[in-house]
């Protein structure tokens, strides 16, 4: 079987203002997806008081996901260097 490298993400927050700021650091895809797919990571369809209090200061926002790579994967996971390696 071949390894394959597991890709982490940052979650990250962006704003109207076309700030952005990550709120998770080096988490795996299926963490990301589904913290993206909660109707309250995006002020189009958050009905808790946080979601829709963070609109009123902040304007219209949502939450994405990128991947990261070698020195930011390192950093996100504060450990000392290594490969995340799965068998297919």
């Known amino acids: 079987m071949a390894n ?3 890709e982490h ?3 990250v927050r962006h704003f109207k203002t076309s700030r952005k700021r990550i709120i998770k650091r080096g988490v795996l ?3 990301a997806k589904a913290h993206c797919n909660d109707p309250e990571t995006s002020s189009a369809t958050c009905k808790g ?3 829709v209090t963070r ?8 939450d994405s996901f990128e991947a990261i790579y070698g020195p930011a994967l390192l ?3 504060n450990k000392e260097p290594y490969i995340f390696y799965m068998e297919l």
């Open 49 to 51: 008081s946080v979601g």
């Open 4 to 6: 394959r490298l597991i």
């Open 9 to 11: 993400y940052n979650i």
């Open 29 to 31: 895809l299926a963490e």
């Open 75 to 77: 950093e996100a996971r």
């Open 55 to 62: 609109t009123r200061i902040k304007g219209p926002w949502f």
